[in-house]
């Protein structure tokens, strides 16, 4: 059985983003159980050059997003909100996730696309055959997703390996 793009972006994205969704909860109910606004957590960061929690999370449900669109041709809804808490965040997570269910193995995986091109700001854009791209996609996704994983543990929360594979 040879591994499909579409389970490789799009279910395991699903699967990731449901796991994050899960820290998201812990999060907020840290939050409430120490009495602190959770919207303290959106602008945390590791070191000073960094990108905080709040676009950590963006950046990885974008680049899940990039995927369907480049493969499928499919647009995702733009958020019809801002990022100013953990909900916030929560509820764009999900539009994420009900975008990426809705795409088909036929939309990703019979795709004529060989081609894949991700603007960059100021910079010459990146292009990709589908191979290449899966492999930046995960890579890019996967590291933002770890490094929200890892600012909620910084701040407290309590998760572990299990929360971050999705079994806890």
Known sequence: MTLSIHSAIVGDYIKMLRSMQVWLDKAQAHADARKFDSAGYMSMKLAPDMLPLSRQVLI????????????????????????????????????????????????????????LVVPQRGKAPLVFDRQGFVHWSQANFFFHVTMTYALLRHAGVELGKADFLGLG
């Open 60 to 115: 990885a449900g974008e680049i899940a997003k990039v995927g369907v669109e480049r493969f499928a041709g499919l647009i995702a809804p733009k958020a019809q909100h801002e990022d100013a808490s953990v909900q916030d965040l929560h509820q764009r997570v999900q539009g994420i996730i009900d975008h990426l269910a809705a795409c088909t193995p036929a939309q990703i995986d019979g795709s004529a696309v060989t081609e």
